[in-house]
């Protein structure tokens, strides 16, 4: 489809030419996007009065703030719907994916992106939705033919050589299954057999990979799957010819669609259903991983056998060499060599020993009979009567008038000790070191 506006071109007389030939006057007055959309927003909510519209709930959406998105649709179309919190409170039918009901609202426009919504403001239950009943219909017609009976499904391969993934090359749930199955060191051939896996034709393009892989006869395990969704985004795995042919497949298959909580009738027709992709991926690397584990062990198992062995037998290796060195004649003659040694070396050292007691003995002797001769005692004997001599020679009148001092005597010769008792004119004599000298008292001394 053409660009409605794919090219400008100022014109004469103030228009602007469009493509397809409309023209523009210059006067005319241009809107921004906000002006024209507050503009159709008016004339909606003005237009449009408050009504009851009837249809089946999906894609719900629950916010922290309490808000709760969805939307409604029939065969023919939907439409964006928001139930504010007052609102959402007081609402006596659950407002879940796949509910049939009939809500009370008003057209709205949110602005930031020029799109119209249902405001509701009641939420009636309406019974069942079309699509869940008419999956639970053909999920009873198909139980009743011994389609999902335990008996027809096929055991998984423990562990599979060659793997098919049917699913979408763009989805994150091809990422998750190839991030688990590389992180667990998984050692098989994974080939991914793309499909779409939302919207119209993705079950006949699933059916005709199914059958592709039938025909080509490598693989050990298929897993069908994608990631999680509303019904409407996973009712491709509902669809009769693909739950048929999954149940049809001659290879053993796994369905993963959906996260845990969601079901869909392929889940039934497979010989096993895992939660989500990256559960099947785990469930597939599981036996391996496992017998790696296993294997892990036993060679760290055997590694400490063979070298337990190898140690214990170089033990006895070293001990018989030991013991074989300990018997030959040349070790008979060192040890030899070593006793006579050693003789020599404990007879040198007696005879030294004994010499040198004998000498320490002959010392103290000496040393003895020195203390104990006469010589000694006359030498100490004298040293003592010259220590005498010396202390006598130090107090006697001599040593004293040799210090300076001086001896005066009366007219007798006798030493005068005090001034008290001489009297004047009394002759006296003054004895010094060299000599002495005569001395008066004179009168009034």
């Keep these: 489809m053409a660009e409605p ?24 007055r241009v809107e921004s996007v906000t ?5 159709v927003k008016a004339v909606l ?36 719907c928001v139930l504010f919190r007052g609102d959402a409170a007081r609402q006596g039918a659950a407002v879940r994916d796949g509910a049939q009901v009939v809500v009370f609202g008003e057209a709205s426009v949110y602005e930031a992106r020029g799109q119209y919504q249902l405001i509701v403001r009641l939420v009636v239950g309406d019974g069942v939705g079309r699509l869940q009943r008419e999956l639970e219909a053909l999920k009873r017609r198909l139980a009743d033919e011994g389609l999902f009976a335990p008996e027809r499904k096929r055991a998984i391969p423990v562990m599979p050589q060659c793997v098919g993934f049917i699913t979408s090359p763009s989805g994150a749930a091809l990422q998750d299954f190839l991030r688990i199955m590389t992180r667990r060191g998984w050692r098989g051939r994974l080939v991914v057999l793309p499909v779409k896996v939302q919207g119209e034709g993705a079950a006949a393009e699933m059916v005709g990979m199914l059958a592709l892989a039938g025909r080509l ?20 795995f509902n669809e009769e010819p693909l739950v048929r042919a999954v149940a049809a497949c001659p290879v053993p298959v796994i369905s993963a669609v959906g996260h845990e909580i969601d079901f869909t009738l392929c889940d039934f027709a497979a010989d096993r259903r895992a939660e989500t992709p990256s559960a099947a ?64 070396n404990r ?95 004179e009168p009034g001394a």
């Design 281 to 344: 991926a785990e469930l597939i690397s599981s036996a391996f991983v496992a017998c790696a584990e296993r294997v892990d062990r036993a060679d760290a198992a055997r590694t400490a056998a063979v070298t337990g062995a190898v140690d214990r037998a170089r033990e006895r290796l070293d001990h018989a060499r030991s013991r074989l060195r300990l018997l030959t004649p040349a070790a008979q003659v060192e040890r030899g060599w070593l006793r006579l040694d050693d003789c020599a």
């Design 217 to 236: 006869g490598i693989f050990d395990l298929l897993v069908i799957g994608r990631g999680g969704g509303s019904i409407e985004d996973l009712w491709a």
């Design 35 to 39: 002006e024209f959309t507050r503009r």
């Design 347 to 441: 007879l040198a050292t007696a005879l030294d020993g004994g010499v040198r007691s004998k000498r320490e003995a002959l010392a103290a002797t000496r040393t003895a009979l020195a203390q104990r001769s006469p010589e000694t005692r006359v030498q100490f004997a004298s040293h003592q009567l010259l220590a005498l001599w010396h202390r006598l020679q130090s107090a006697s009148p001599a040593s004293v008038l040799n210090r300076g001092f001086a001896i005066v005597r009366d007219e007798s010769g006798a030493p005068v000790a005090r001034r008290a008792g001489l009297r004047p004119g009394q002759k006296l004599t003054t004895q010094f070191a060299d000599g002495t000298v005569p001395v008066q008292i």
């Design 45 to 80: 909510e003005a237009g449009i009065a408050p009504c009851w519209v009837r249809g089946e709930i999906s894609n719900v959406r629950a916010q922290t703030s309490g808000h709760v998105y969805f939307s409604l649709k029939d065969a023919g179309a939907q439409v964006g």
């Design 5 to 28: 506006f794919s090219s400008l071109t100022p014109g004469l007389g103030g228009e602007v030419e469009l493509a397809g030939g409309a023209t523009m006057a210059g006067e005319a």
